[in-house]
């Protein structure tokens, strides 16, 4: 008979039972294997329940002094795969013992056995790992200023899930010497079709994973756009979504753009709201009449007119005023100071212009414009 066949012969029983008195009951020898197979099986039952108990009593214990509720979730997730892997062993061990059953009756119970133990097995992986993406997202999803990660975590346990399934399904399929060959073809050309098709999401969504992993933006950070949308919307935007597939950002002339990851990532991401260093530079240049009295006073005036404004940091260096350059027609002046957030940037560098404006105004302080002198031909020849 033929491993794997559901028709049986009468002669299959013929072990097990015999004829007494008209009726067919159960051979001494067959009761006894049968008995010794449940004692098997109700030993590995009360076993498995001990140490379940001894899990619960001590180990749990001693989990739970831990600063951490990761190794109580390990120890949960593997109480009951423990109980049914020790009750399977049991059974196949039981099995055994029955001497009188036919080669396909046991070659029956082991592929059964075989499914269970692979079912107990995807119960066990699924679960565990079902179970960390949870502590993830509860313990350091929440702490990340993101929403990337509680996207990505639904993403991740559906593409588990599939794995998974497909990893029993292949395994079932080569254990009753099923040719899986042409599925896994198929499941190859149709997985390369769909990456084919979903060129740009999958550029979008590898970016955003990329984002997640380097980090190099949060929510509320403000950085420098994309060259290829910058200059229309304007220079800066504020970070409000970072999404698994773009980002959205409110630019400073308060429109909402939905940017591509890829976009993102093509380009050098300049962030002003970092958190090694969070004070930016701001510099003012203007030319001076190049004279030395009327550079003096534009000088000491400047550095009064900083001092005075609280938005000027003095970290990490005090403002500086500095000549960069004597030009044709004036002398170079840079003013270089900090401040503490990015937002006060273009608003402290409009006050300190226009104090400036109004000091050098007052004090006759001359800046410069460029100047050209243009003498005609025709009244130089006159005048020869």
Known sequence: MERGSLTFRWTALCGILEREGGRMLISSEALRQLSIAALIVTVAAILGRIAMLLIDRVIVRLAGRTKTALDDLVIDTLRAPLFLAITLIAVQIAIGQLTFLDTAWIALFN??????????????????????????????????????????????????????????????????????????????????????????????????????????????????????????YGEWGDVVEIGLRSTRVRSVDGVLLTVPNSVITKDVVANFSHSESPNLRVRVRLGLVPDLENVRRAMAAIKEIVDRNPNVSKYPREPQVVLREIRDYDVLLELRFYVDDPRKMRTTKSEVIEEMLRVFEEEEIKTSFPAQVVRLQGQEEKRG
């Open 111 to 232: 592929d059964l056995l075989f499914i269970a133990f692979v079912l107990v097995a995807y119960f066990l992986i699924y679960r565990l790992l079902k179970n960390l993406l949870e502590w993830y997202a509860q313990n350091v999803a929440v702490k990340t200023g993101t929403k990337i990660d509680e996207q990505l975590i639904p993403f991740f346990r559906r593409l588990l899930q599939i794995a998974l399934t497909a990893i029993v399904l292949v395994m079932v399929l080569a254990h009753f010497g099923l040719d899986i060959s042409a599925l896994v073809a198929t499941l190859g050309v149709g997985s390369l079709a769909i990456a084919l098709a979903a060129q740009t999401v999958l550029a979008d969504t590898l970016a955003g994973f990329t984002i997640m992993m380097d980090r190099p933006f949060a929510v509320g950070d403000r950085i420098l756009l994309p060259k290829s949308i910058g200059g229309t």
